[in-house]
């Protein structure tokens, strides 16, 4: 299988999975937003960024059905991570995050057991990361859930940054991690 394949059949198993979200593949997403010497945002084009524009293309978004907000975005690599794709991914992600700072990132590492630990020394910027040794119905499901809290997480996430959530007296993020064995 290669990664395109690998991407494809994860960006379908989670339309069937989202109905209310869509799903899309190779989205572009702001990475920066300039004032220029006009005093004018640059792009001026939020809802359509173009990818050399201020804009970076992620493998797969999930977006809200009824705006095309972004919520999650999933990078997909197959059979190997190198250190080097770590830390470009990772810093990616944080650069989408200074624009869109409720979006949650992950990582879906096909065709593997386990998340290499180069990708816990060199991660700053994903907020989640699954290895799928093959595309199981065990294995999509644990996606399928993952992918589920973190929208959860954007959606609250965006209600503090629109005031539109109460007060927050508490805040935890926990780390959870499943072992090979």
Same mark, same amino acid.
């Given at each position: 299988?290669? &990664?395109?394949?690998?991407?494809?059949? /994860? +960006?379908?198993?989670?339309?069937?999975?989202?109905?209310?979200?869509?799903?899309?593949?190779?989205?572009?997403?702001? @990475?920066?937003?300039?004032?220029? &010497?006009?005093?004018?945002?640059?792009?001026?084009?939020?809802?359509?960024? *173009?990818?050399?524009? =201020? $804009?970076?293309? $992620?493998?797969?978004?999930?977006?809200?059905?009824?705006?095309?907000?972004?919520?999650?975005?999933?990078?997909?690599?197959?059979?190997?991570?190198?250190? =080097?794709?770590?830390?470009?991914?990772?810093?990616? +992600?944080?650069? =989408?995050? &200074?624009? @869109?700072? @409720?979006?949650?990132?992950?990582?879906?590492?096909?065709?593997?057991?386990? /998340?290499?630990?180069?990708?816990?020394? =060199?991660?700053?910027?994903?907020?989640?990361?699954? $290895?799928?040794?093959?595309?199981?119905?065990?294995?999509?499901?644990?996606?399928?859930? $993952?992918?589920?809290?973190?929208?959860?997480? +954007?959606?609250?996430?965006?209600?503090?940054?629109?005031?539109?959530?109460?007060?927050?007296?508490?805040?935890?993020?926990?780390?959870?991690?499943?072992?090979? *064995?």
């Amino acid at each position: 299988m290669r &990664e395109s394949e690998f991407r494809r059949e /994860i +960006a379908e198993f989670l339309e069937k999975e989202l109905p209310n979200y869509r799903v899309r593949e190779h989205q572009n997403l702001l @990475y920066q937003v300039v004032v220029n &010497e006009r005093f004018e945002f640059e792009p001026n084009t939020p809802l359509n960024p *173009r990818r050399g524009n =201020h $804009a970076f293309q $992620a493998d797969i978004v999930i977006v809200r059905e009824n705006n095309n907000l972004p919520l999650v975005v999933l990078e997909t690599k197959y059979k190997s991570l190198s250190s =080097h794709e770590v830390i470009t991914y990772s810093t990616k +992600a944080i650069k =989408h995050k &200074e624009i @869109y700072p @409720y979006i949650r990132y992950g990582l879906v590492l096909g065709g593997k057991e386990f /998340i290499d630990k180069r990708f816990f020394t =060199h991660n700053i910027g994903f907020d989640f990361a699954i $290895a799928i040794s093959e595309l199981s119905e065990k294995e999509l499901n644990k996606l399928i859930s $993952a992918v589920k809290d973190q929208i959860e997480s +954007a959606e609250t996430l965006i209600k503090i940054f629109s005031r539109r959530q109460p007060e927050v007296r508490f805040f935890n993020s926990k780390l959870i991690v499943e072992t090979v *064995r």
